[in-house]
């Protein structure tokens, strides 16, 4: 049976009548930009709020406060609940200001609402990236500037030691090598010499990674003559010293890893919280447009 110019076949025998596309968008932006809106300014008020109680939760004092972890942990936490919290709110708002679709299927108008809370919560993240976006980038670099200055502290110390071997980053090390056991055996004048060599040397280890045998060797000759210490004192005043060094280099290693895998961690955790966050402006959304229609429908039909 051929089909009427104003109908179209369904595919199982039936004729459909014929759709009309509409000229209007199916895009409400109105109720995009005032969820997305909503959903930024809870962000900044919660982040805030959460800014005020971490503050309360940190004390100069050793023995009060919390520790690092635990800090750590619950701003962690907050996080993820101001991203649900604000994606939540900012989506419902949304679904309840579109504009109410009629001769729409439910399936596509439950698409039509999930959309819609994804695009005000991406406008939102959006805005907040926008205003926050040093403050995001020095945390999450945080571990890279720390494995930086690490780095470059041998260049530091070679320019601070150069400067004033006195108060340079080495004057600890050096003082300790050169310790008489008789403090009033020399003076501050007779040292400033010797002192600087020796800072040298410690500069260009750690520079090169380890003080060569030969270094090492004039290192516990220098320290017997000033201190009047055995030679086999002197040596193993030395490998103290060195120990010492290697330590505390060690030490602020160990600082930038735990900084980089904080940063790392912090980056992660952040993406996982937005992509929720995404799911459940969609959801709110669909949730919000729906209560709308049927509100809508309600006061028709009444």
């Known amino acids: 049976m051929p089909v009427s110019s104003g109908a179209v076949s369904s595919g199982h025998g039936s004729p459909l009548s014929s759709h009309v596309e509409s000229s209007r968008s199916a895009v409400s932006w109105g109720a995009i930009i005032a969820g997305a809106v909503a959903a930024a300014a809870i962000t900044l008020l919660l982040t805030l709020l959460g800014s005020g109680l971490g503050l309360t939760m940190v004390s100069p004092w050793a023995s009060e406060g919390v520790s690092a972890t635990t800090f750590a942990v619950s701003t962690a936490i907050w996080i993820v609940i101001v991203q649900w919290l604000s994606s939540g709110m900012g989506g419902y708002i949304t679904g309840r ?38 403050a995001v980038t020095s945390t999450i670099n945080s571990g890279v500037q720390a494995a930086s200055t690490v780095t470059s502290g041998a260049a530091v110390a070679t320019a601070s030691a150069a400067a004033n071997v006195d108060s340079g980053p080495t004057a600890y090390f050096v003082d300790s090598l050169l310790r008489p056991a008789d403090p009033g055996a020399t003076t501050a004048e007779t040292n400033a010499q010797d002192a600087a060599q020796v800072s040298r040397i410690l500069i260009n280890g750690a520079t090169a990674g380890e003080i060569p045998a030969d270094d090492r060797a004039y290192l516990g000759r220098l320290v017997a003559v000033r201190t009047g210490l055995s030679e086999a004192d002197a040596n193993a005043r030395v490998d103290t010293v060195l120990k010492s060094i290697e330590d505390a280099k060690v030490a602020a290693q160990e600082a930038a890893d735990t900084a980089r895998k904080a940063g790392a961690t912090f980056a992660l955790l952040t993406a996982l919280s937005l992509l929720v966050g995404a799911f459940i402006a969609g959801v709110s959304a669909a949730l919000g447009g729906r209560e709308r229609d049927v509100i809508d429908e309600s006061f028709i039909k009444g």
């Open 97 to 134: 200001l579109r504009t109410r679709w009629t001769g729409t299927q439910t399936d596509e108008v439950f698409f039509r609402d999930t959309a819609h809370g994804i695009l005000a919560w991406a406008l939102s993240t959006l805005i907040i990236a926008g205003t926050l976006t040093s």
